[in-house]
């Protein structure tokens, strides 16, 4: 079993560009979380999802950023038009149910925006 | 979910036990502590979880207070790779939107020779 897979591990965007992030679960999981971790603070919430289904989305800001996990393939987060404050590793997580035990995570991907 | 107060930072030295407290004060009846930890700019990692029983598993023991108000991380005999922010968590284990883990500052563990 791989793990939560994120994809790419590294990724630099100039300003006003998208980035998408990808996150794999692991086998057997439906249910996808993804965190932000900016520079010396704690992970945050921004979003979880089922299954073709948002579920949660309270921590996402309004503008600009979107999540999305297809029936087939990875999940998805885009940052359309990234700005500086962007810049931060972005943590995904899985777990079976979505009672969150078991949660896993994923390496993240840090978005540095230049 | 409850709030959580962790101390900033803590030291240890390599081969005892590490103690790492956590107050919940505002803990409800159906809420769970979970730890996690962080080390090194890696994903946060899963280390045990509990409601009112101590846990113990081949990472760490839990100690929760018989009011449930605090509780203690114990690494029995730390070594240096268990260098990392510790996060003390509370929350619902339940389906749907209480899925999500609300992380604080956590308590950053040296563990030196």
């Known amino acids: 079993n791989a793990g939560v897979m994120q994809n790419p591990r590294h990724l630099v965007r100039r300003r006003g560009q998208e980035a998408r992030l990808r996150c794999s679960p692991m086998?057997?999981?439906?249910?996808v979380y993804w965190y932000r971790q900016l520079p010396e603070e704690g992970l945050k919430f921004m979003v979880y999802?089922?299954?073709?289904?948002?579920?949660?989305e309270s921590g996402m800001p309004k503008e600009r950023f979107s999540a999305e996990f297809p029936k087939e393939g990875p999940s998805i987060l885009r940052i359309q038009q990234v700005v500086r404050g962007d810049s931060a590793a972005y943590f995904c997580?899985?777990?079976?149910?979505?009672?969150?035990?078991?949660?896993?995570f994923g390496s993240g991907t840090r978005l540095t925006v230049v | 979910d409850a709030k959580t107060t962790q101390p900033p930072s803590m030291d240890c030295a390599e081969g005892r036990a590490a103690n790492l407290p956590c107050n919940h004060s505002?803990?409800?009846?159906?809420?769970?502590v979970y730890w996690y930890r962080q080390i090194h700019s890696q994903g946060p990692q899963y280390i045990i979880h509990?409601?009112?029983n101590n846990e113990t598993n081949e990472m760490a023991s839990l100690i929760i207070t018989e009011d449930r108000k605090s509780s203690t991380l114990i690494l029995p005999h730390a070594t240096l790779r268990d260098t990392a922010v510790y996060y003390c968590i509370v929350r619902v284990a339940a389906l749907g939107t209480a899925s999500k883990l609300t992380f604080g500052t956590g308590t950053r563990l040296q563990v030196t020779l």
């Open positions: 086998k057997g999981h439906s249910h």
């Open positions: 997580a899985s777990s079976q149910d979505g009672r969150g035990n078991g949660y896993t």
């Open positions: 505002t803990i409800s009846g159906n809420e769970y």
């Open positions: 999802l089922q299954k073709e289904n948002i579920i949660d």
């Open positions: 509990g409601l009112k």
